[in-house]
Structures are given as C-alpha cells and as structure tokens.
C-alpha cells in the first residue's frame, strides 16, 4: 500500500506523529554533543541503570562481522559510543554467546501495530527467522489505538492462550509503546506476571513523548476514525497513555516486580540517517540539540534500574520496522545505509540469555 498523500504541513505533522508515535551524511557526527552522557529520566546518569553497553557491543559488533552488516570498524555508526562507556572487557572475558533456550519469547507490537500492514510488525523478519530455527518465539499483537491499561489485558489473555508448561517463564521484548504496555501488564496481572524472567525495552516511550501532547488535539480531531477498516479502534486511548505527565506519575506510583530483569535499548540519531517522515517530529523533540530517534527522546527511554545495553543509531522505525519495502517514500533516509535489525535482534536475546539461568525451571 502506497504512502499516505501530505496535502499541507498540519496533514503532515498528523501523519507523522501518527505513524510514528502510533506505530512506535555518510558517517556518524563526531560533535562532542552527540557523544555526551545522557541524563537519564528517573534518575539522573547512567548509575540509574546498570550498565551493560561495553558487554552488549562485544555482542552485537560479533553477530555483525559474521553477517552482511557492517565490520565491527564501523560498529561505532551502528551502536552510539558515549564518553561515559566503560571500557570494554578483556579479550575473552566475555565468552562464547547463546539464543535463549527453554524460555517463551514474546514480542509485543508497538502503536499501530494491528493495523494491516506486515511491516508494522517489529521484528518481524526475525521473529519467523528463529522461529523457523526452532526458538519458541512469537508475537503479540495489541492494540494499536489502545490504552496501555487495554493491551496490559491482551497481553494477560495472550499468555493465557499460549498455555505455558509448569515452571516456564517467559521473555517479553517490547518495542514503541509496547513497552509501556508490558509495564502495564507486570503491574495489572501479578499473578501470570510472575512467570515473566524478563523485559527488553526496544525504543520504548517509558516516560512517555512531548509528541503526545502536541499530537492529542490532532488525533482527537483529524485521525480518530482515519484507519477505519484498517486498525482496530479499541479504546482510543494511546495519545493519553503517553503524555510525559500521565507516564512519569505512572512510573512514580507503580514499583515494577523485582524479581524480573529488565533490559533497555534507546535510539538517536542525525539527519541524515533519519527517515523522510520522521523529520518534522524529529526537529519539534529538539533535532540535533536534543538526542531522539523522531518519536522519543533518548533519555526517556530507560526503564529505571533496567541494564542499559546502547543507544543505537536509527530512526525510530529503522531500529525495528522495514517500512521502507511499504513506504519508501515515507522512510527515504539522506544516507541508504539500513540499520541491521537481524543483528540487533539477536544481540538482545544473546545479552538477555548471559543474564538468566539455563532453561526456565527456576520459576518461583
């Protein structure tokens, strides 16, 4: 399906914060601006979160040499070195990695993820790759126009349905908004929640987006009932569900479970790796003065006390969306290099399984 027509810039801006927020040069700018540490939401630094960066760059520069991505050289365009990484660590500290095995993995779609187009589906290439491989992984699908309190409930019924053996646990990776709904869950559902062993965030908007309240008034008055016969209306509610305010009362109010383990990858990057429609909402979130991938600001995007495992260097949809095979028009980026999301994929799940024990039989 072609791209939506952009009639007028306020069409426009509609679009963008719609399929973006409701979805969710050649080389890097070496400024010292974009290399800086980012003061992460709840909580200041980086000592908000455990840091993890220099283990999952070991990780994921490894799966890009052995594939079509780029050498580990180039690694530093794909994966963001701040000033405050650790070093890395010595030569074969780190070891030998793994898929995570005896464990259900489950990938919960972002805004706009149950409309009718393949691509909206994050990882999706990925997921049908290692599921064909044998991996016990699949996605879920919530509602895309939804309140976070709305698809805490599906994702409760889906896990329900997927009838988990006795003692096994589950992985839930969440990309956009489905993050915050997988927070959601965990607060909503303690009962099926404490068969979760962990949480990777991918581009979540965990303390929300100011796109939300600039974007409500254009959602309430022109995209409403724009996708009818498209997306699911469900109950409207995914415009609130990310207002900065309504996420960081949430976030202050609800101590997530701590026996789980969660898992954090923000996203920024520069004008020239960011997609056409991106461009407006990247520049209203501060553009190059303020570090965001179109959709959410990098420091908005860790859940507190989760690892930290990079910032990547990708638009909000590159990070985790082909849009470009539907939308080429919409996700033209200045530089055609497309970020490598097979390796990004399976460098989560490889860090993730380092992280928990051998199978899943350790279920409270």
Known sequence: MAAPAVRSRGTQLGACLTLGLLAGCATVDESASLRAPVALNGGGGVEAALDGRSRFREIFCRQASRGAAPSPANCDDLLWRLSDEPAPPAA??????????????????????????????PFGQEVARLRSDG?????????????????????????????????????????????????????????????????????????????????????????????????????????????????????????????????????????AHLGRGLKLTWEMLGGPARRNDGQVVASDAVIP????????????????????????????????????????????????AESLPTGSADLR
Not at 322 to 349: G, K, N
């Open 92 to 121: 074969g500290e780190g070891g030998e990695t793994r898929l995570p095995v005896g464990y259900r993995i489950f990938v919960v779609t972002g805004a706009l993820g149950d409309c009718h187009f393949e691509d909206l589906v």
């Open 135 to 271: 991996l016990a992984i699949e996605v879920i699908t919530v509602g895309g126009r939804s309140s976070a309190v709305h698809n805490a409930r599906q994702i409760d019924d889906a896990l329900r349905a997927a009838e988990l053996r006795d003692r096994e646990r589950v992985i839930l990776l969440g990309y956009s908004k489905g993050a915050v709904d997988i927070l959601q869950f965990l607060v909503d559902e303690p009962a099926l929640a404490r068969r979760v062993a962990a949480v990777v965030s991918v581009a979540g908007p965990i303390f929300g987006s100011p796109l939300a309240d600039k974007g409500a008034w254009w959602y309430r008055h022109f995209l409403r009932n724009s996708f009818a016969g498209t997306c699911d209306p469900g109950d409207g509610g995914v415009i609130d569900s990310l207002r900065p305010a309504e996420r960081s009362a949430w976030m202050q109010s609800h101590p997530l479970p701590p026996d789980v383990k969660y898992f954090s990858v923000a996203a920024f990057t520069t004008e």
């Open 305 to 352: 006390s989760s690892v930290l495992l990079g910032f990547v260097n990708a638009d909000h949809w590159d990070v985790a969306l082909p849009l470009e095979r539907q939308f080429p028009r919409l996700a033209a980026r200045q530089v055609s290099r497309q970020f490598p999301r097979d390796v990004l994929f399976d460098a989560l799940l490889m860090y993730v």
